[in-house]
């Protein structure tokens, strides 16, 4: 049986969705900085200057934005103190490392 991303989203808890918003800094794309941000049941994601973006839910921890033909994946990773502290982006194959502000 496959679910689909509003089951996912169903099952997020809000504390979760919380502890992914922030703002995320990729010093290997020249500081680029992605705010995630959180409304009511869902996660939002942009850079600065930019048209917020809908997170959709794969797993607990992964999310996607379709862009086309492709996708831009998002796997936040929390550490054992339940503080999100980066976050990975994977486009077009190519997976970079963010670190929460």
Same mark, same amino acid.
């Given at each position: *049986? #496959?679910?689909?991303?509003?089951?996912?989203?169903? +099952?997020?808890?809000?504390?979760?969705?919380?502890?992914? +918003? %922030?703002?995320?800094?990729?010093?290997?794309?020249? %500081?680029? !900085?992605?705010?995630?941000? #959180?409304?009511?049941?869902?996660?939002?994601?942009?850079?600065? %200057?930019?048209?917020?973006?809908?997170?959709?839910?794969?797993?607990?921890?992964?999310?996607?934005?379709?862009?086309?033909?492709?996708?831009?994946?998002?796997?936040? *990773?929390?550490?054992?103190?339940?503080?999100?502290?980066?976050?990975?982006? !994977?486009?077009? %194959?190519? +997976?970079?490392?963010?670190?929460?502000?």
């Amino acid at each position: *049986m #496959r679910t689909t991303a509003e089951e996912v989203a169903r +099952s997020l808890e809000p504390q979760t969705l919380d502890l992914y +918003s %922030g703002s995320y800094e990729f010093s290997d794309l020249g %500081g680029l !900085t992605l705010n995630v941000t #959180r409304t009511d049941n869902g996660l939002y994601a942009a850079v600065p %200057g930019q048209t917020p973006r809908e997170l959709l839910p794969q797993t607990a921890t992964r999310f996607v934005i379709p862009n086309g033909y492709d996708f831009y994946q998002l796997d936040f *990773m929390v550490d054992a103190a339940r503080q999100t502290c980066r976050l990975a982006l !994977t486009i077009y %194959g190519m +997976s970079v490392t963010g670190w929460r502000k």
